[in-house]
């Protein structure tokens, strides 16, 4: 089945503790983001990637990193978290970026 | 499941009917547009796409319609079912400038129109 994972689902971490979420894709695809929801504001891109080890930011990427050294894994890092990266959190994949995406669950991050 | 949104606009319509979603996008240079589904608790979901050299494509009880001149995007969903409440998002795709040497075509989201179909 193909399909976009991200673990964990939900989290909660307190400021200044590192943590990784993790986004694995089993299409094949080339093109991956990752996009933070918030009520009000709808869906922002943070970062994305073209291909491996090709990364660059989106609107949003303060406080955050990304890494892709694996066509399928493209894991999101907060060094530091701080309570206004509390969100929810998607991975995105698609063949290009003209074409349908298909998202994971989400990961409700909460920072306090 | 999660909200997505405090302050969205709402449709609600009665199961059976028709229902119509109105987006308005923002960059002129937009030339691919693509309304998302999302249900409660779950990622957003594809629902149809359209290029920009088209007016109107249909899918499955599903329309997308374009007009270009007043940057206006709808979505039509015929025989409304109780399985499409849902919030659904248009997104719009266009290209970086060319002097920024940039490769990300640019994929923004609406803030979404909450559908509630009544049984």
């Known amino acids: 089945e193909a399909q976009v994972t991200q673990n964990p689902r939900y989290l909660i971490t307190v400021t200044g503790k590192k943590l990784t979420v993790t986004c694995s894709q089993n299409?094949?695809?080339?093109?991956m983001s990752w996009y933070r929801q918030d009520p009000g504001l709808g869906l922002r891109q943070i970062y994305y990637?073209?291909?491996?080890?090709?990364?660059d930011k989106g609107d949003v990427p303060e406080g955050y990193k990304v890494s892709r050294k694996e066509k399928r894994n493209f894991p999101l890092i907060l060094e530091s978290p701080s309570p206004n990266q509390t969100s929810l959190y998607f991975c995105?994949?698609?063949?290009?970026?003209?074409?349908?995406?298909?998202f994971g669950q989400g990961t409700r991050l909460t920072v306090v | 499941g999660e909200s997505v949104g405090l302050h969205l606009p709402t449709l609600s319509v009665q199961e059976g009917d028709n229902s119509i979603i109105n987006c308005a996008y923002s960059?002129?240079?937009?030339?691919?547009f693509i309304w998302y589904k999302q249900e409660s608790g779950k990622g957003p979901q594809f629902i149809i796409d359209?290029?920009?050299?088209?007016d109107k494509r249909q899918g499955q009880r599903v329309t997308v319609l374009l007009n270009k001149t007043v940057k206006h995007l709808s979505l039509q969903i015929a025989a409304t079912q109780p399985g499409d409440s849902a919030v659904y998002f248009c997104?719009?795709?266009?290209?970086?400038?060319?002097?920024?040497?940039?490769?990300?075509?640019?994929?923004?989201f609406g803030k979404g129109t909450l559908l509630t179909v009544n049984p």
């Open positions: 299409m094949n695809h080339e093109y």
């Open positions: 359209i290029r920009s050299n088209m």
């Open positions: 995105a994949s698609s063949l290009s970026p003209t074409r349908e995406a298909f």
């Open positions: 997104a719009e795709k266009y290209p970086p400038p060319l002097v920024s040497g940039g490769s990300n075509y640019k994929l923004t």
């Open positions: 990637s073209m291909n491996v080890e090709v990364t």
């Open positions: 960059n002129s240079a937009s030339d691919y």
